[in-house]
């Protein structure tokens, strides 16, 4: 229950969004100053497929932004 990702040069911090099977954001982090995040014990995600992006910020700027990755819960 943990992302991680390669740290982007020079990025300050990183937003998170998880998307639900149907596209829809199932949750997002904002904030972020390393690169992962744990999830809480209360983000409870039923069976399906998802997708993750991450975008990198310098000064409120993205600097880098992620495809979004898909991964299963079951």
Same mark, same amino acid.
């Given at each position: 229950? =943990? @992302?991680t990702? =390669? %740290?982007v040069p020079l990025a300050t911090e990183y937003h998170v969004v998880v998307f639900s099977p =149907? $596209?829809?954001r199932a949750f997002e982090v904002r904030d972020l100053k390393t690169a992962g995040v744990k999830l809480a014990e209360s983000v409870q995600? !039923? !069976?399906g497929k998802y997708s993750v992006q991450v975008t990198a910020l310098r000064? $409120?700027?993205t600097v880098a932004e992620s %495809?979004? =990755?898909? @991964?299963?819960i079951r």
């Open positions: 229950r =943990t @992302f990702w =390669t %740290a =149907t $596209g829809d995600l !039923p !069976p000064n $409120g700027q %495809a979004r =990755t898909t @991964f299963d």
